[in-house]
Nanobody, 115 residues
Framework: QVQLVESGGGLVQPGGSLRLICAASRSIFRFNEMGWYRQAPGNQRELVAVIFSGGSTNYADSVKGRFTISRDNAKNTVYLQMSSLKPEDTAVYCC?????????WGQGTQVTVSS
């Protein structure tokens, strides 16, 4: 069993930055992958970024060049650094972890980009 807790969301102006944090309840060293998804009202959940156990990453086209995912195995934490934020980035951002064949989710953190 793994608990994931997100933090770092909030209200930011267009062009601003935020760093989201996902803290896991146990070591993430052997986690197959960890990622960030987002869901805006009326939209389907979409993958934002994923980082694999070997360190490779994938990003949604809409965030490439603006967002960076990273992991700190020593702190059991995954980060999503978001820059040049746009109003269309507004959503609830959730962290997930794939451990073997099991997938775990956090509760999410709200990100609102508005002037």
């Amino acid at each position: 069993q793994v608990q994931l807790v997100e933090s770092g969301g909030g209200l930011v102006q267009p062009g601003g930055s935020l760093r989201l944090i996902c803290a896991a309840s146990r070591s993430i060293f052997r986690f197959n992958e960890m990622g960030w998804y987002r869901q805006a009202p009326g939209n389907q959940r979409e993958l934002v970024a994923v980082i694999f156990s070997g360190g490779s990453t994938n990003y949604a086209d809409s965030v490439k060049g603006r967002f960076t995912i990273s992991r700190d195995n020593a702190k059991n934490t995954v980060y999503l650094q978001m820059s040049s934020l746009k109003p269309e980035d507004t959503a609830v951002y959730c962290c997930d972890a794939l451990v073997g064949s099991l997938r775990y989710w956090g509760q999410g953190t709200q990100v609102t980009v508005s002037s």
